[in-house]
């Protein structure tokens, strides 16, 4: 990955063939023309453990109506996320036999097992 700055407080990072770009809010100096780098964080936590699910309803013919919402925790003194709660939101008619198998399926999810163990970040300078 190669992250570079792109005007004001845009960055933009080259992930593979893609470019994905943050920005900071108004109200912080940005022009709140993309997410935060936070928002980002929790749009991968979301959209994988939504893989995962998703690949569960159609391995079992499942509708697809089913979605999934964030409620991230903040603790407003030290500015973190305490807790991340997953909610998968389904239909009336959604067979209640899956609904436990549906909950583990996401927790399958490679993000949120990598936020669960504390890894070593290091941050060096090269010229």
């Known amino acids: ?3 570079t700055f792109e005007g ?3 960055v ?9 770009w943050t920005d900071q809010p108004k109200e912080q100096g ?4 993309a997410p935060t780098p936070i928002d980002l964080f929790l749009s991968s936590l979301g959209s994988c453990s939504g893989v995962y699910v998703l690949n569960f309803l159609k391995q079992h013919a499942l509708p697809e109506t089913v979605y999934l919402t964030l409620d991230p ?6 500015y973190v996320i305490e807790k991340i709660k997953v909610v998968i939101h389904v239909p009336a008619d959604f067979p209640p036999k899956y609904e436990n198998a549906l909950i583990e399926v996401a ?3 490679l993000v949120a097992r990598h936020v669960k163990i504390e890894h070593e970040i290091s941050v060096v300078k090269e010229a």
């Open 73 to 78: 925790v903040w603790n407003i003194n030290d």
């Open 30 to 33: 940005g022009d709140a023309s």
């Open 107 to 109: 927790k399958r999810c």
């Open 1 to 3: 990955m190669k992250i």
């Open 8 to 10: 004001n407080k845009k």
């Open 12 to 20: 933009r990072v080259r992930v593979k063939d893609f470019d994905v």
